[in-house]
């Protein structure tokens, strides 16, 4: 088992940035694949990004290519966020979710260990 807990949310201007961070404990954090999903009011969760073992293979939603940069430091057992240029359609709750599967995932139920989530605002 492993439990993830997010932080860094927060309140920002659009075209702003923010680092989400979450931190896993637990299970061998190395072992796991990692990606980041949200949700928005009203709206489905959605895939964000994902990132590989060793992180080396990162993966992202169309939504994010090219803004959002996900990355993991297994030491600190840690994997982060990294989003620039925000906009107000990236408001929602920001979940890190950890994965067995041994291939690159990008579905929720192939994540079966989930954060609780941290709120982003983006203001215009």
């Known amino acids: 088992q492993v439990q993830l807990v997010e932080s860094g949310g927060g309140s920002v201007q659009a075209g702003g940035s923010l680092r989400l961070s979450c931190a896993a404990s637990?299970?061998?954090?190395?072992?796991?694949?990692m990606g980041w999903f949200r949700q928005a009011p009203g709206k489905e969760r959605e895939f964000v990004a994902t990132?590989?073992?060793?992180?080396?293979?990162?993966y992202y939603g169309d939504p994010v290519k090219g803004r959002f940069t996900i990355s993991r430091d297994n030491t600190k057992n840690t994997v982060y966020l990294q989003m620039n240029s925000l906009k107000p359609e990236d408001m929602a709750v920001y979940y890190c979710?950890?994965?067995?599967?041994?291939?690159?995932?990008?579905?929720?139920?192939?994540?079966?260990?989930w954060g609780q989530g941290t709120q982003v605002t983006v203001s215009s």
């Open positions: 979710a950890a994965s067995s599967r041994l291939i690159i995932a990008m579905r929720e139920s192939d994540y079966r260990y």
């Open positions: 637990g299970s061998t954090f190395s072992s796991y694949i």
């Open positions: 990132i590989g073992r060793s992180g080396s293979n990162t």
